[in-house]
Every structure is written in structure tokens, then in C-alpha cells.
């Protein structure tokens, strides 16, 4: 018999897959960009008080997302198994999006396709970085699509599952929260630089583990796809370090390497470097990659889980 948890993570990937995300009226990681959002609104000036804000917002935000979790798991216990079943699953696929990044990178791919350079910037700008693209070549752009792709398999589909077999519903909610809360608040200027100060360090402290894994099962994926073993291996080893932080660079170095192609964001880093440049239709093969990865991940996830429910 396949137990509980399994049978939750299994079918959460399905909904994910066949049936996307919800509207963003409807959706959990909205309604947590509102909250960060608005508490902004109300951050201090100065270093110590922003810092204590943004501390506030994360004893909130976790406290809350732990709620939630802990209400569906409530509710569904007075619900039939099947229906309790699919709400718990249903609740852990809202914390993350592999069909909307993959679909993310399909759309790119087809506007540099087109030769619709205004649309890949824009598209890109929108759904995956948020860098300038106003100025971004045809290879930039398909290098940042990459990029983005590899790190978010870790951000938008690894750690969640990682968390969720940690902790259940409630501790994949809380991940979610973090991680929004980094994307919101983790930039260096004067508006967030104490604010975000605090969320971007739980946020690099809660991807330590999964940014590693994500690596790793991108290289295993590169392998089964027949690509060098040796030199995703020796490019993940170089560069995983090259970026700011100690978790993004672990996925996109590993993808470097599995896709023979160098990764750079201007004035950065520069990840596989003396490979070549990557093109258009490297996304496609980034987007198989993820593919693959996403399939060891929940295989191996999948496996933990199993193993764990046999314990005594």
C-alpha cells in the first residue's frame, strides 16, 4: 500500500502538471505577497528598526503559514479519504509551479524563435528575473532564461518537497513564505538592504540542503540525457561558489555544465566560463533537463517518504 504522504506528493505533481496554477485571486502565494507588500509600506527608516521589521514580518508569516497548515490537516481529517486526499495535495501543489516555470521558458523560447526580441525581454523581465532585459542580446536573453530555470528548480519545486517531507503541509507553506518574502525584500538598496536583511539569510539557510540536491540531480539528469558526466561535474565544482549567494549558484553552475554552455550575468559571475554561448534552442534543452530533474526529485523525495513510513 502506498502510504499517506506518497500518495499526497504524487498527486499534487499530477495537479500541478495537468492543471497549472489558480489565479492569483485564489492563490496562497499572493495573498502572502500582499501581506509582505503591506508591511513594507510601514518599514522605518534607519538600520536597527527596519531590521526588527523585517524580523516581525517573518515571526508573522510563519506563524501564520504554520497555521494554515496545521487547519488543513484539521479539516481534512472530517472529510471522506479521497477528498482529504486531494485538499491536502492540492494545498501542497500551491507551494510550488513546475508546469508554470517550464511553460515560462517555452514562451521565451518561441518569441527568440520568432525573432521577437521585444517579447523574449519582456517575457523574461516578467516571469523570471528581475534584472534590466532592455538591453539584453538574443544570447543573454537565452542564457537568463537558463539561468532562471535552473535555479528555480530548486526555489519553485525541489526545496518545497524537500520541506514537505521535513515537515508536512505546514512546514512547505512555511518555506513558500520565506523564499517570497527573499524575492520581495533580498535587494541591496536603501529601501531593503536592513529590511530584507533578515529573510535573505533564513532564506539561503532554508535552500542550503536543497540547492545542493537540486545540483545534484541535475547533473544525474544531464547524465541519463547523455550529456558529459565529467564536465558538469568539474564545472559545478569551479563555479558553485562564483555567485553572491551560497545557494543560487549550486543549480545554475550544475546546468552549465550539463548544457556545455557559459552563464553570465555582467558584472557578476560567470558560470562555465570558456564554454560557448548559450542560443535559443538551449532552452529547450534546459527545459528537458528540468524535466528529467523534477522526475529524480520526486522519485527520491518519493523514496524518503516511503522509507520514513516505515519506521517504527
Known sequence: MIPHSVSVLILAVVLDLVFGDPANSVHPVAGMGMLISQWRKFAPAGRLLPLLHGLALLIVGIVIASAVGVGVLWLCQHFPYSLALLAEAYVLKLTFSLSGLLGAGRKIQAALFADDLALARRLVSWHLVSRDTSTLTPNQLAGATIESLAENANDSFVAPLIFYAC???????????????????????????????????????????PARLTAAFLIAAGALLRNDMTRAVNIWCRDRTATLSPNAGQSMSAAAGVLGVELEKVGQYRLGRGLRDPASADIGRAIDLIRITALIAVIAIGSLLFAMSRQP
Open 167 to 209: 515537515g508536512g503541509v505546514s512546514a512547505a507553506l512555511v518555506y513558500r513564505f520565506i523564499n517570497t518574502c527573499d524575492a520581495m525584500l533580498g535587494y541591496h538598496d536603501a529601501r531593503h538592504e536592513w529590511l530584507g536583511k533578515l529573510p535573505a539569510r533564513l532564506d539561503d539557510l532554508a535552500n542550503l540542503l
